[in-house]
């Protein structure tokens, strides 16, 4: 629940959190969208709006409405990957008012889910796949797009905000 909390309450309409591989500890990453990512470095390299130079890779992408094909602003957009058998940890960032996200990520696999904590009723399945096909490898995946669909038809589900 602590993600989705913190999701909501970005000043920035971005975050970032967890640990995350190779000891990151502190980046600042506004690149082409208005966000500010925080939480991580580049280990080896800087970031200079967009541009790799430390062995992470870009992974970005867009959310939208699945009815409407408008954008979908304020989502959360989750990169989990396992660090041992009994420990997972993540990275989030938010979409912005275009409905889009970027977020620099170590190489390995992920799982990446989306969600609205601001609507319960919001399901998110990325562009182009199955429902329960929610890998990625980095650096080979480079962008994820999904879109949104009301979960019950016509229900209105309110979230924590």
């Not at 909501?8 to 969208?33: I, K, L």
């Not at 500010?36 to 870009?58: A, D, K, L």
Request: proline share 6%; glycine share 14%; charged share 15%.
């Amino acid at each position: 629940m602590m993600l989705v909390l913190a999701a909501c309450a970005s000043p920035y309409g971005g975050t970032s959190s967890g640990d995350t591989p190779s000891g990151d500890t502190s980046n600042t990453d506004t690149s082409n969208t208005g966000r500010t990512n925080t939480g991580r470095t580049n280990t080896g390299g800087t970031n200079t709006g967009g541009t790799n130079t430390g062995g992470t890779s870009v992974v970005s992408g867009q959310i939208t409405d699945r009815e409407t094909g408008r954008p979908y602003p304020n989502a959360y957009v989750r990169f989990e990957w396992l660090v041992n058998a009994t420990y997972a940890n993540e990275i989030h960032t938010v979409t912005d008012g275009s409905g889009r996200y970027v977020v620099e990520l170590q190489p390995g696999q992920y799982q990446v889910t989306a969600g609205d904590s601001c609507d319960l009723n919001a399901g998110f399945a990325i562009v182009g796949r199955a429902p329960d096909d929610v890998m990625i490898s980095v650096p080979e995946t480079s962008e994820v797009d999904f879109v949104e669909y009301p979960i019950t038809p016509g229900a209105d589900i309110p979230g924590v905000c």
